[in-house]
């Protein structure tokens, strides 16, 4: 399932695939395609997120250690 729409995925995802396609590279490589490359930002955004106000308060508990 995806975070985001499907096409605000696949649109990024056009360049690396027709380069992909340019070079040669066969159909299920080991090397992840360019849609799941895709995937993988929008859902790294949202960690992000999710991480940051954790983050604050991490830096908050190092400061008052000696």
């Known amino acids: 399932m995806l975070d985001v729409q499907r096409h605000v995925v696949e649109y990024p995802s056009r360049p690396p695939a027709a380069h992909r396609r340019r070079i040669g590279t066969p159909k299920g ?38």
């Open 29 to 66: 490589s080991r090397a992840p395609g360019p849609f799941r490359q895709a995937v993988l930002v929008p859902r790294w955004f949202r960690l992000l997120a999710v991480l940051a106000p954790d983050v604050h308060k991490v830096l908050e508990c190092g400061r008052r250690l000696p």
